[in-house]
């Protein structure tokens, strides 16, 4: 044991990789099926919001783009499970327990689509987030997460242009669809920035998490470098943040903002977000609907395998 703890220690020194079938300890077995699943679910319950405006988009151009984008967060979720069933989770079960409310899914998902501008800033704004959150995870230390956030990370890429290139003709129309913009950044904004977790202060699993080099940076520091990426591409758009703190600061050579509604954040994590109790309800129903493609395709799986036998 002390032997397989050591060799576990020497393999993330050396940067280097865990693979499916070295030992390791509980924890970090632990650790990971509980982020990679909240990452899955994340994908899976984030197809709902964008969803909503697919049989509304206004071109068959911003149609064929949404249904894309919609398809790759399925197939996002679909690699994340699978790595989690590298570490010996059975995904029916993970869906269980998203279902019974015993494992998260991002905050985000849980505000609502209100308007066609909420399509553009999701991919700019959510998206821009998840790609500052996840391209470190592209180097995490369990080798079958990495490899998968290599691919999901520039599906995210082309994600967060489609946002940037939408919000861009939105902004050359009329004043009427400025205002649709301005009004969705005003929105999305500050959860946006409470993707990123709770504050450095307050994140039990951060610490542990960067020791075992799962995580690479704290959930504060990639916060920040959001924020520094996203002032200046706000203002090529020509829209404002809405955050009157917002101000460079040359000495520490950052962008300063104002603070974050926490209680907000612990509110959405707790169950009543706007659309938490829509998004389980929509969620179980898919699944419950779904029952029977599961069934036919381990009929199917059964027979096949009786075949080769
Ligand atoms: N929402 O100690 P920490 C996407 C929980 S992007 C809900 O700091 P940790 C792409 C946390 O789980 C979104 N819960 O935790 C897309 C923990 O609870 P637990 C998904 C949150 O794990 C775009 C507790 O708070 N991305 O889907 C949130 O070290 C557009 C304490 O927090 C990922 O999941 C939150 N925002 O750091 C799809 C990335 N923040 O489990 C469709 C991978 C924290 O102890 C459309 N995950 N919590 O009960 C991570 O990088 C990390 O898990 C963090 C949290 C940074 C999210």
């Given at each position: ?6 060799q576990?220690?020497?393999?993330i ?8 079938r ?8 632990r ?6 699943a909240?990452h899955a679910?994340?994908?899976?319950i ?16 911003r149609?064929?783009?949404?249904l894309?984008?919609v ?12 790595a989690?069933?590298?570490l ?5 079960e993970?869906?269980?327990l998203?279902?019974?409310?015993k494992q ?27 790609i500052c959150n ?9 080798g079958p997460?990495?490899r998968a ?5 520039k599906e995210?890429s082309?994600?967060q ?11 050359q129309?009329?004043d ?8 969705s950044?005003?929105?999305?904004w500050?959860?946006?920035l409470?993707?990123f977790?709770?504050?450095d202060?307050d994140?039990p ?5 960067m020791?075992w ?5 704290s ?6 470098r959001?924020?520094?990426?996203t ?28 603070e974050i509604?926490w209680s ?5 994590l707790?169950?009543a977000?706007?659309c938490n109790?829509?998004?389980?309800a929509h969620?179980r ?5 779904g029952?029977?493609?599961?069934e ?14």
């Amino acid at each position: 044991m002390d032997d397989l703890q050591a060799q576990f220690d020497a393999t993330i020194a050396a940067d280097q990789r865990i693979e499916p079938r070295d030992w390791m300890p509980e924890g970090y077995r632990r650790t990971l099926i509980r982020q990679i699943a909240q990452h899955a679910h994340s994908e899976i319950i984030g197809m709902q919001p964008e969803g909503n405006w697919i049989l509304r988009a206004p071109t068959l151009r911003r149609k064929a783009i949404l249904l894309a984008k919609v398809q790759d967060e399925a197939g996002h979720g679909l690699y994340l499970y699978s790595a989690a069933e590298t570490l010996g989770a059975d995904r029916a079960e993970l869906t269980e327990l998203l279902l019974a409310g015993k494992q998260k899914y991002s905050s985000i998902f849980n505000y609502p689509t209100l308007s066609y501008a909420d399509v553009g800033v999701i991919g700019w704004l959510v998206d821009g987030a998840a790609i500052c959150n996840q391209v470190p995870l592209c180097r995490c230390s369990y080798g079958p997460y990495a490899r998968a956030m290599i691919r999901i990370c520039k599906e995210e890429s082309f994600h967060q242009r489609q946002g940037y290139e939408l919000l861009m003709a939105m902004m050359q129309g009329t004043d009427e669809q400025r205002a649709m913009v301005q009004e969705s950044v005003n929105r999305w904004w500050w959860p946006s920035l409470m993707m990123f977790g709770p504050p450095d202060s307050d994140s039990p699993n951060t610490q542990q998490s960067m020791a075992w080099k799962i995580k690479r940076h704290s959930n504060d520091e990639l916060r920040q470098r959001f924020v520094d990426m996203t002032v200046p591409q706000a203002e090529a758009l020509g829209v404002t943040l809405p955050d009157p703190d917002l101000r460079w600061n040359p000495e520490r050579g950052h962008y300063d903002f104002g603070e974050i509604d926490w209680s907000e954040f612990k509110a959405v994590l707790a169950g009543a977000g706007p659309c938490n109790a829509q998004r389980l309800a929509h969620r179980r129903r898919a699944h419950e609907n779904g029952a029977w493609v599961r069934e036919a395709a381990a009929a199917y799986a059964e027979k096949h395998a009786r075949k080769q036998e």
